[in-house]
């Protein structure tokens, strides 16, 4: 009688140990994805300004289309790089968050 209860005790305390582990992972990930937000945005701020300086000290209508088409292209380029950047760590933050829970299973599915 008392073995299946230290059995589920045990069960009990590795899975909060596991979640404990999850939570910390899950913590460093939104820390390491909100620091590569916030330099995206000053990246992207910085050739915003640059964009509408130069846009501003244009001469004639093809220049500032020229400058204009220029800034979308490289706003385009750094977006999708960005957004596979953020994709690579949304995939690696699952995986390494769910890892602990991967030996809780495989014991909860033998006993």
Not at 4 to 22: E, H, S
């Amino acid at each position: 009688m008392i073995q299946p209860f230290d059995q589920f005790q045990k069960f009990g305390q590795d899975n909060l140990d596991a979640t404990m582990k999850v939570l910390g992972t899950l913590s460093k990930g939104a820390q390491a994805i909100a620091v590569e937000s916030a330099e995206f945005a000053k990246k992207a701020f910085e050739q915003n300004s640059a964009a509408v300086e130069q846009l501003l000290g244009a001469r004639s209508l093809d220049k500032a289309v020229e400058i204009q088409a220029d800034y979308v292209r490289k706003s385009y380029d750094g977006l999708v790089s960005q957004s596979a950047k953020f994709g690579d760590f949304y995939s690696t933050l699952a995986t390494e968050a769910f890892k602990p829970y991967e030996g809780l299973m495989a014991r909860a599915v033998s006993a």
